[in-house]
């Protein structure tokens, strides 16, 4: 080969080295940057959920500190170094329901040019009761049958009874450490085997205690004077009629409403007389029946002794629009301080349908004369209860029901994410929803 041809053979290599060598640096220098925002990016990540962590701490070791936050909230950092990087945390009341509340971390981790920010917000606040398709604090001597299948949470704080394999297709919890099956004959060995619930074993949850909060009926009360319906039977005017009766009669969007049997009800429109939605009746009974549109909650306090606190169903209460069948945004809460009643009236003679969230401090949902009168039909419920004593609707025996009531029990499986208004919650703070961010470099 020729001296030119060397030549030209030499530069052109230098060319091509020249022009990929600055190519190779490129991918090498882009390679480290990716590292690098890879490497920033899980270092904001961890500082993000670290300091998140710790404001949670804090709250779980001092619960009732969260009652005092005000509407302006609380800071815990405020742009200070955490772990290397730097970090803001802050927690306010949820704007839609205030008392929830929002924690809203930001982490920052990098130099200028290549510093990488997580955003991290927790929903934090007390679990929504009406999660549970069935709360009871005490199970009475109440069986569940092989005639239930239960979609929904059940929870119980005593033992949950079991006869002849009913089904639970959710979770169960209970305070007890197991099941109570039905007492009829053989050794603790065969009842088991001829009651035991058809449950997936993962969905079972012994040893749990999950309360209800206290104060209920005294924090609906307050609700109902600031914006809502509130009437006291206590304080009859001495040119009234003592008012110890609430009769509910709803019509859609209006309900008809009368404090004595024979008298001409008044008409309201439900939106306009109850702006929060809560009607709170003291010292009163409440006989209730009806057609919802819209949302509303029905609360009636008193004493068990002289037969107050307690709600009638005197009829069927029901959705305008049945969330089975598309969507509804109808929802009815029932609160009573001692029980929920299916009233012995005529058209209660062949089945009652209820949909409702039903809330009952002290006793539970039951039926007139449910021992005594003969097969009424079934109470088909739709949506969620939660007592504090199981109560009878009916009597049964191995051949079936005999007296009273039999029970299909649906739960509304929009209840998970949305309540009635002022529907109790669970007693305690929990974290109800982790969403993390990422942004572009800083």
Known sequence: MSGKAILILAVSFSTIFLVTGKSFFDISNKSTNEMTDEINDKRATEIARSATDVVL?????????????????????????????RVTSKLKPDPVEPDLFRITTKAYYGEPGNQKKKTIVVLYGPQKLTEMASYSESSGNIWWTGADTVKGKVY????????????????????????????????????????????????????????????????????????????????????????????IDINGSSMDVKFTKDDP??????????????????????????????????????????????????????????????????LLGIVAQNYVVVADTPPNQADIDIHAAVYVQSKGLTAENAITKADAGTINFYGSLIEGRRMEVGSFTA???????????????????????????????????????????N
């Open 57 to 85: 701490s804090y709250f779980w070791q001092q619960p009732d500190s969260i009652k005092l936050i005000d509407a302006d909230g609380k800071t815990f950092y405020d742009s200070v170094q955490f772990n290397g990087g």
């Open 265 to 330: 009800p008044a008409t309201y429109n439900i939106g306009t007389k109850v702006p929060n939605g809560i009607i709170y009746a003291n010292n009163y009974v409440v006989r209730l029946k009806g057609q919802l549109d819209g949302q509303l909650l029905i609360t009636c306090n008193g004493s068990r002794s002289k037969g107050k606190g307690k709600i009638l169903l005197d009829d069927d209460i029901t959705y305008a629009a049945d969330p089975r069948d598309g969507p509804s945004d109808d």
């Open 399 to 441: 051949g079936g029901a005999l007296t009273g009531y039999g029970r299909k029990y649906e739960y509304d499986e929009r209840l998970k994410n949305i309540s009635p208004p002022g529907f109790p919650k669970l007693a305690g703070f929990n974290v109800l929803a982790w969403y993390e961010g990422d942004s572009a470099k």
């Open 156 to 247: 119980c704080r005593s033992s949950i009874k079991v006869y002849d394999h009913p089904t639970f297709l959710n979770d169960v919890y209970s305070r007890s450490s197991g099941f109570s099956y039905f007492r009829s004959g053989g050794n603790w060995t065969a009842r088991k085997l001829a009651n035991e619930p058809n449950v997936d074993p993962n969905n079972l949850h012994f040893n749990t205690e999950l309360k209800r909060p206290s104060g209920v009926m005294a924090g609906l009360r307050d609700k109902a004077r600031a914006s809502g319906w509130y009437v006291n039977g206590t304080r009859a005017r001495w040119n009234q009629p003592s008012k110890d009766t609430m009769f």
